[in-house]
């Protein structure tokens, strides 16, 4: 019903930068937030970077000063632009939208397939 494609993973030297991008398609009645998670070996999935609908931004610590979160609305596109990557920023990144299919149902989490982000020292 809904699809999230991702694009722009790849590897990169530390201090390099690239930037992720995600477009939503299928049945969308509303898109609530949209946002980038993460998920290295071995570690849970973390929250790298949000927004919502609005434009409001919110960002993991380790994020802050180096990734920028931005989203077109009308596109429906979300895009991450990571900039001065660590070794420690390498991992699976997932694309996340919260979805409202119709307006009388309740948003629900759709993830795209993940795009490998590796950040060579």
């Known amino acids: 019903q809904v699809q999230l494609v991702e694009s722009g993973g790849g590897l990169v030297q530390a201090g390099g930068s690239l930037t992720l991008s995600c477009a939503a398609s299928g049945i969308i009645f509303s898109l609530n937030a949209m946002g980038w998670y993460r998920q290295a070996p071995g570690k849970q999935r973390e929250l790298v970077a949000s927004?919502?609908?609005?434009?409001?931004?919110n960002y993991v610590d380790s994020a802050k000063g180096r990734f920028t979160i931005s989203r077109d609305n009308a596109k429906k596109t979300v895009s991450l632009q990571m900039n001065s990557l660590k070794p420690e920023d390498t991992a699976v990144y997932y694309c996340n939208a919260v979805v409202k299919i119709t307006i009388a149902s309740r948003p629900r989490d759709y993830w795209g397939q993940g795009t490998q982000v590796t950040s060579s020292s």
């Open positions: 927004i919502t609908s609005g434009g409001s931004t």
